[in-house]
């Protein structure tokens, strides 16, 4: 277990519907990361955040975003979603940014 | 640009040979490269790391090894076993942005 808890687990839901990730971070950490990873596919980075500023941005489309809350748990927002947005949703955090990076435990997110 | 590549993309070594996964990377002043095991479903999971003042680091089966005048590190496997089994990803700190930057993984099989 790495101390980073991610909910849910599991999501199912439909193509145009807007989903919710929420991330909190190991004690102590102050920087959070999103990846996305789709089947047999590499880690994509989508944002990093430094205690609630956006520090860095990847491929992430226009649909996501995401943010950092003062408690610094971190909420990734998908929105119209389409059936390729199916995947993996990775939070990782390290105690500064650019440092070791510990991974949450995913969210499956399927798109029907 | 910001860049790490990994190769092979795919390994099959017989149970207790070696397997070796090499990654460069292109900014000179990368100074931390972490290596993960994911296994098939799971979170990514740091299993050693190097930082660019030593040359190797070694944990039990696990070493790691970096050339930074050819800007390239290794991860060395010895004794390989069934658990060895899955995908592995370098990662490479870029000073410039502050980020760490995935591989794309190797698929490692062990072989019975």
């Known amino acids: 277990d790495s101390g980073v808890t991610q909910t849910p687990k599991h999501l199912i839901t439909a193509t145009g519907q807007r989903v919710t990730l929420r991330c909190s971070p190991r004690?102590?950490?102050?920087?959070v990361y999103w990846y996305q990873q789709s089947l047999d596919q590499g880690l994509q980075f989508l944002i990093q955040?430094?205690?609630?500023?956006?520090?860095a941005k990847g491929n992430i489309l226009e649909r996501f975003s995401a943010q950092q809350f003062p408690d610094l748990h971190s909420e990734l927002n998908l929105s119209s979603l389409e059936l390729g947005d199916s995947a993996l949703y990775f939070c990782?955090?390290?105690?500064?940014?650019?440092?070791?990076?510990?991974f949450g435990p995913g969210t499956r997110l399927t798109v029907l | 640009g910001e860049n790490v590549e990994q190769h092979p993309s795919t390994l099959s070594v017989q149970e207790g040979d070696s397997a070796v996964i090499k990654c460069t990377y292109s900014?000179?002043?990368?100074?931390?490269f972490p290596w993960y095991k994911q296994e098939l479903g799971k979170r990514p999971q740091l299993i050693i790391d190097?930082?660019?003042?030593?040359g190797e680091k070694k944990d039990q089966r696990i070493a790691v090894t970096l050339n930074k005048t050819a800007k390239h590190f290794s991860l060395h496997i010895t004794e390989t076993q069934p658990e060895d089994s899955a995908v592995y990803f370098c990662?490479?700190?870029?000073?410039?942005?502050?980020?760490?930057?995935f591989g794309s993984g190797t698929r490692l099989s062990i072989r019975p």
């Open positions: 990782a955090s390290s105690v500064i940014a650019s440092d070791t990076q510990y």
């Open positions: 004690s102590g950490d102050l920087s």
């Open positions: 955040y430094y205690n609630g500023e956006e520090r």
């Open positions: 900014d000179s002043a990368s100074n931390y």
């Open positions: 190097i930082r660019s003042n030593v």
């Open positions: 990662a490479g700190r870029y000073s410039s942005a502050s980020k760490i930057i």
